[in-house]
């Protein structure tokens, strides 16, 4: 919801006018009344603007208010002025609000006239889920407006006129559309394509420029300048560039990107203007070539990530501030002009990468697959991709000019491998970027999921690919990723601890500061001696403003470090997770010229299921900080099904992924563990490899097994599933290839299953070493049961597990309980209180040290459940919760009906206690009966207790039960006698 409120209206310019003020937010407009024969008009009136859309979509929507002078003929008025602000703006205030703050007013058609008047509103935006603050005091009439303007903090009240120059180039690699149903609407060429017709259109703060358009071509050449005059800084943060086709009926968006001034800009005192490239822009969207019957063309609108590669254009983006409003244009408008072409290789010569992968496992795949045959595509840019492959024809090395030359790649009948007339010289074998067809199998124990056969042999998928060396780009980035991710890793394990009351959180915290310093000191050493290959502008600018404010992290670490103390640590993490924040953001790389990798699931000839990789993520360096944070791991990896929001997961998969330069492509399997054999196509093995023809498989036969302990004790804080505002919910524990389910508990949002989940003979691949830092990923899907359908999801939780290794010195250790965060999409769900051991088995498949070696029985032996052992099941204690039901005040609405009988249900650790229920609540809001208790067993540790839950529910008709409304109250404790103080904990080391 965009809420505007516009109050009055001050030092309008003008003689013997009749004010009003259009309020528009993207595309709906609403207007006040008109007053008359003034220059101070009160309005004092409130629009309310609803939006059903993602953020990201609203977020780039301009606000804009305008004052109008009000003539005879109705609705016809001439403009004296305007603001606008993006929506984004506001939601960054604090509360995602302005309060009685003054817009100033400019006539965008006379930018020498200056201000033109005042406009006084409040604006705010919420989103669902957003607590919104109370409003502050009202502020008096006869405030300072100059100290008071409807202004981000840090922007000057005074803000110069400016041109903004978007400059664009070319493009290559666009989408050619398919003929049939769209060639009775375009020019067919040939027999098989429809070419397009390209131009860009660009957009920013509500001005719009275009190129003019390009026929009969997917490499388009433009060489064209499109500028804006606005106001700087500008009060919107992002400029559209959608390619579009000029097609008979209605244009078609090719792709659409957004650039974020903020990405490509520093407002510091020692910072910069925004400035970009030349640069390459990859663009993304719908993997369909056809406008007509595309249910994914939103993504080409910039709606939505995008799942397929739809080519890149070259661009850059200049800002000229006037000194003067003198100098300015005399009125906003956007010009369209030539430009003189780049010179040739302006940007470097093109170096030949390779993208290896080998997959390990295909997991947990949904049950909606069957038994189909299921194979995966793996792509970066158009290399790689089915439908279209790019072959390495007429290359010469020692010019370095390299011609893509398109071609069809699976015609009927073939298996997928390609032929080609000329091959690359250093590239002997060709791209094989998708794997063989395998039918899915059940996965152990529980079958609700699918996996495919891989224990054996992996599959491995290699394409060559051409693109400008701008690596060192990316491995700054890396460097400053890393540094963000030992930082967040560290703070976690500070939160944690925090929790338990005798825990050493001041001691980690310092530990994490000190490691923090220490990598900011090691990057600014090696930025020095970093060398860049055809730097442009915003290289060099981004290089000083990265080196300092590395710098100034690490003075901010240090301070944290010198005051932190028992008692402030909880200041000091907020304070450390704003240096967080800023690592995060200047890890952000605004000019990514390798494309992402896409990798596909295909089944029956469809696309069912994606996941996106970007480049800089798998990218190989030399120096170990540089490298991509997955490069040469096995990897943990969710497909989702294109445009689905819940965040449901389609299949897992863990993946080995390598790229590189070419010239680097012997390294691409030095990190796979030694027992691997590589095999070829044929199946033969290769004992030397050179990066000119990596393996087709990767084959074992020596295994070590492992057991996994999954100790589940509780959830709380989940969502609510039944019309009674509870969940019946079970847990889907899945690892590697088994799945495990444990008990359903009926009607709680707070389920205590104490329950061991047992894993045993498990296979796991990886490096033993690189085992210890890193076990694969453990996937808890909750659900609430449903008597009459499939269950309904209520999130998941994602899980690293602790190793104990056989044949080590070191001692078997009884792990602790440990708190998960549970999400829905990006929805936070709940908790989950568990802990998780993966013990290696010796060589005869049985355990060593570890205690119990055989786990006891939850409740009847023959239902086959474990309970979590002691020493890991926290002690429990009886406790009495006595409650005093005394009224019901303010009830609202329920599905448009009046709430008439009233009941209150209050729920912990899995008992329940009902009031009576009022059976005239608009008569008698008290309760008669007033005191009712509930006996429950809580753990001794205060920090392991569950919530308490409060509910109001509304009997009605046939039975049916409705929720009013719902509360948590994390803390039951606080309701205790003071004599019931905490005993001390004895944690584990």
Not at 514 to 537: D, I, W, Y
Not at 599 to 626: C, D, F, G, K, T
Not at 690 to 713: K, V
Not at 822 to 840: P, Q, S, W
Request: overall charge negative; glycine content about 6%.
């Amino acid at each position: 919801q965009v809420g505007i409120n516009i109050i009055e209206a001050q030092k309008l310019v003008g003689v013997n006018i009749n004010p009003f003020v259009v309020v528009k937010v993207g595309e709906e407009k609403r207007q006040t009344a008109t007053q008359k024969s003034t220059n101070c008009p009160f309005y004092n009136e409130y629009f309310l603007f609803e939006f059903h859309e993602p953020r990201d979509i609203l977020f780039h929507r301009l606000i804009e208010i305008s004052v109008f002078h009000s003539k005879k003929i109705p609705f016809l008025g001439r403009c004296i002025g305007t603001f606008k602000m993006d929506v984004l703006t506001v939601y960054s205030q604090p509360d995602h609000r302005f309060f009685q703050k003054w817009a100033v007013i400019s006539d965008p058609t006379d930018t020498r006239a200056g201000v033109k008047g005042f406009v006084k509103c409040n604006v705010c935006v919420t989103a669902r889920g957003d607590t919104v603050g109370s409003l502050p005091t009202s502020s008096s009439r006869d405030e300072h407006i100059e100290r008071n303007l409807l202004l981000p903090k840090r922007v000057p009240a005074e803000r110069p006129w400016a041109r903004v120059c978007i400059r664009l180039y070319r493009a290559e690699g666009l989408p050619s559309m398919s003929a049939g149903i769209m060639g009775g609407l375009s020019k067919i060429i040939g027999e098989n394509k429809v070419f397009v017709d390209p131009y860009v259109q660009v957009s920013f703060c509500g001005q719009q420029g275009e190129t003019s358009v390009e026929t009969n071509t997917t490499e388009p050449v433009w060489n064209e300048q499109i500028s804006f005059i606005e106001m700087f800084p500008p009060l919107a943060r992002k400029i559209k560039v959608q390619v579009l086709d000029d097609a008979n009926v209605g244009d078609v968006a090719i792709a659409t990107h957004f650039i974020d001034l903020q990405q490509i800009s520093d407002p510091g005192r020692n910072g910069f203007n925004p400035t970009f490239g030349p640069a390459w822009v990859n663009l993304y969207g719908s993997p369909q070539n056809s406008a007509l019957r595309d249910v994914h063309r939103e993504l080409n609108e910039g709606r939505g990530e995008g799942i397929s590669y739809r080519g890149r254009v070259l661009m850059a983006i200049a800002v000229e501030i006037f000194s003067s409003p003198s100098l300015a244009p005399e009125e906003v408008i956007v010009e369209v002009e030539e430009l003189h072409p780049l010179p040739e290789n302006a940007l470097g010569k093109k170096e030949e990468f390779l993208l290896f992968a080998a997959f390990f496992e295909a997991t947990m795949m949904d049950s909606s697959l069957g038994s189909k045959p299921v194979s995966f595509e793996v792509s970066i840019g158009n290399y790689g991709k089915t439908e279209e492959a790019v072959t390495k024809v007429q290359r010469k090395v020692e010019k370095g000019e390299v011609k893509e030359e398109k071609q069809p790649l699976l015609e009927p009948g073939s298996d997928g491998e390609l032929d080609a007339e000329d091959l690359a010289p250093s590239s002997a074998a060709l791209n094989k970027s998708v794997t063989k067809s395998q039918r899915p199998e059940p996965m152990d124990y529980d079958r609700s999921y699918s996996c495919l056969p891989m224990t054996h042999q992996k599959p491995c998928v290699y394409v060559w690919s051409y693109w400008e060396d701008h690596t060192w780009r990316l491995c700054i980035s890396n460097w400053i990723v890393k540094l963000a991710e030992r930082l967040e890793q560290g703070l976690e394990d500070v939160e944690k601890l925090l929790r338990r009351p005798k825990a050493k959180a001041e001691e980690r915290l310092r530990e994490v500061l000190e490691e923090l310093v220490a990598g900011c000191r090691q990057f600014s050493l090696s930025s020095e001696r970093k060398t860049m290959a055809h730097p442009n502008n915003l290289d060099r600018c981004r290089t000083k403003y990265l080196t300092y404010n590395i710098v100034l992290c690490a003075k901010q670490g240090l301070r944290a470090r010198r005051r932190l103390t028992r008692g402030n640590v909880q200041e000091k993490v907020k304070e450390t997770r704003r240096i967080l924040t800023k690592l995060r953001f200047m890890a952000k790389e605004p000019q990514c010229t390798l494309p992402d990798i896409l990798i596909w699931m295909l089944s029956s000839n469809r696309r069912v299921a994606y996941a996106r990789v970007p480049a800089q993520h798998i990218l190989y360096s030399v120096v170990e900080e540089e490298k991509g944070k997955d490069c040469a791991k096995i990897q943990t990896l969710f497909m989702k099904v294109p445009g689905l929001h819940t965040g449901e997961i389609f299949a897992k998969l863990e993946i080995y992924m390598w790229l590189g330069v070419t010239k680097y492509a012997k390294n691409c399997l030095v990190e796979l563990p030694e027992e691997f054999k590589f095999l070829s196509e044929s199946g033969q093995q290769v004992a030397q490899l050179s990066g000119c023809s990596p393996p087709s498989h990767l084959s074992r036969d020596d295994f070590s097994y492992f057991q996994l302990r999954a100790h589940l004790y509780q959830a709380r804080g989940l969502l609510p599933a039944d019309d009674n505002g509870l969940s019946d919910p079970f847990a889907r524990v899945v690892f590697s290839t088994s799945c495990q389910a444990t008990r359903m508990l009926e009607e709680t949002l707070s389920p205590m299953w104490n329950e061991l989940l047992l894993f045993d003979q498990l296979i796991v691949d990886g490096k033993k070493e690189e085992l210890k830092t890193e076990t694969p990923m453990i996937v808890i899907n909750l659900f609430s049961h449903n008597k009459f359908g499939s269950p309904e999801f209520l999130g998941q939780a994602f899980i690293r597990c602790l190793l104990k290794q056989s044949a080590t010195d070191e001692p078997y250790t009884t792990p602790a309980l440990q708190f998960f965060d549970i999400y829905r999409g990006t929805r936070a769900a709940g908790e989950l209180i568990a802990t998780f051991e993966l013990i290696e088995l010796d060589y005869r498949g049985h355990l060593e040290d570890v205690e119990p070696k055989e786990p006891e029985y939850l409740g009847d032996p023959r239902a086959g459940r474990f309970i979590i052992p002691e020493g890991i099941r926290p002690v429990l204690k009886e406790f009495r919760i006595e409650i005093l039901f005394w009224g019901l005040r303010d009830l609202k609405r329920v599905n448009l009906f009046e709430v008439d009988e009233p009941q209150v249900i209050i729920e912990c650790a899995g008992k329940k206690v009902e009031s009576e229920v009022i059976v005239a609540y608009r008569e008698n809001s008290n309760f008669t009966e007033l005191v009712k208790y509930m006996d429950v067993e809580l753990p001794e540790q205060v920090y392991l207790h569950p919530p308490l839950s409060i509910f109001v529910v509304e009997k009605r008709a046939f039975g049916r039960t409705v929720l009013v409304g719902t509360h948590i109250v994390s803390d039951v404790m606080k309701f205790s006698p003071k004599e019931l103080e905490e005993e001390p904990e004895v944690l584990p080391k």
